[in-house]
């Protein structure tokens, strides 16, 4: 038995990368591609998970059992971390059938696992008539990703998930969360903003993410500050002449001057100027290349080929090691880039990368 459908939307971050956790600014946009639940109540305290696109049949799940900590579980731990980070934050939530159908691929640096998170947080609080907001939601979605399936993200991919609006990017700031909805519709400016998944995960990854995280901390520690947000860009220089570790310093410019980054392209949205804002992504791949080194020879690759072929700015977007990059063209550019991109992978004998256009979708909602 079906009660309804519900689906949430992966997002492509615009800017602000690696700013998360850092207490910084960030700017994703929904995407199209989501993950859809068709769901529905159970009466006896089961959560029975099925998803078309993970291998193996329905899992079930006794819902007062969920408990995090004894290691990965696989992708059910997504869908049972929100069940029970609902019920420990106390809201009033049971057994439901939840089927999954995706547009989204997983592991791209879409943010397939937020998607999940999210169309089961929605859905499962209608069902059971809990009132939660939707800032609220994608803080219960990312204690899921933390605390259930030991994931240590930030929480840009579920506000996105749960608070994008279409035809706007969500200028989001980390710190305290406001949030305001940016303007930016590629298309009415004759523009195109091309997705270029790479279609390579590199290994390191995760540890790698871990890594980087914990060198901005000690970075703040170092500076005797809570957070690196708490340096505006134009005391960069002193915090630099007082940190001695070159890896140190190194990330916490990339910080720094992305969060500037982050207040330009707002500032040039709002200002109906989305051609200014090619130049600032470049910049940014070039921060995450040299400073926060977290490309990889595919997304380099990409970047450059793209802005051989006119693209008017191009990064790696996502946490890195493989995934995604993004470029701004011209409309009329499109197909020249999209073709450049594809022969300079042949060219290096990477695997050939899926490359579409990426609208300012709508953010997680009720179908039926
Ligand atoms: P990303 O969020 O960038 O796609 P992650 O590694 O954070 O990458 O999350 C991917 C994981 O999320 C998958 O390995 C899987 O466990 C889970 N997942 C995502 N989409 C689905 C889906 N449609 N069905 C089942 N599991 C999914
Ligand atoms: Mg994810």
């Known amino acids: 038995m079906t009660e309804g459908v519900w689906e949430a939307p992966g997002r492509v971050n615009l800017i602000g990368e690696h700013t998360d956790y850092n207490d910084g600014l960030v700017m994703p946009f929904a995407l199209s591609r989501t993950v859809v639940a068709t769901a529905a109540r159970r009466d006896d305290g089961i959560l029975r998970l099925h998803s078309a696109d993970a291998p193996g049949g329905p899992v079930e799940l006794r819902i007062d059992a969920l408990a995090p900590g004894r290691g990965p579980r696989g992708w059910t731990d997504y869908p049972a971390g929100v069940l029970w980070a609902l019920r420990e934050a106390g809201h009033r939530v049971g057994g439901a059938d939840l089927h999954y159908e995706s547009t989204l691929p997983a592991g791209a640096g879409l943010s397939s696992s937020a998607a999940l998170e999210v169309v089961t947080a929605l859905a499962v609080t209608e069902l059971y008539g809990v009132g939660l907001g939707r800032q609220e939601m994608a803080l219960i979605c990312r204690r899921a990703e933390n605390a259930y399936a030991g994931a240590p993200t ?10 994008c609006a279409e035809g706007h990017a969500l200028y ?8 305001r909805q940016i303007p930016f519709d590629p298309a009415a400016h004759g523009l195109v903003l091309l997705l270029i998944d790479t279609g390579v995960t590199h290994a390191h990854s995760a540890g790698a993410y871990g890594e980087r995280r914990a060198g901005c901390e000690s970075a703040a520690a170092a500076l005797g500050l809570g957070s690196l947000r708490e340096i505006p860009p134009e005391e960069l220089p002193g915090a630099l002449a007082r940190l001695t570790d070159p890896v140190q310093r190194a990330l916490t410019r990339h910080v720094v001057t992305e969060n500037g ?12 100027r989305a051609r200014a804002i090619g130049p600032l992504l470049t910049e940014g791949h070039a921060s995450l290349r040299d400073d926060f080194a977290v490309s990889c020879p595919e997304l380099d690759l990409a970047v450059r080929a793209a802005l051989a072929a006119g693209a008017l700015g191009a990064r790696m977007t996502g946490g890195g090691f493989g995934g995604s990059a993004i470029a701004l063209v011209e409309a009329s550019a499109r197909e020249r880039v999209a073709g450049s991109v594809e022969r300079a992978f042949a060219e290096a004998s990477f695997r050939r990368p899926e490359i579409f256009a990426a609208a300012p979708a709508a953010g997680a909602r009720r179908l039926s």
């Open 172 to 179: 989001l700031d980390t710190r305290d969360l406001s949030r």
């Open 261 to 272: 980054r982050v207040e330009r392209v707002r500032a040039a949205l709002e200002a109906g």
């Open 154 to 163: 930030g929480i840009m991919d579920q506000t996105a998930s749960a608070c």
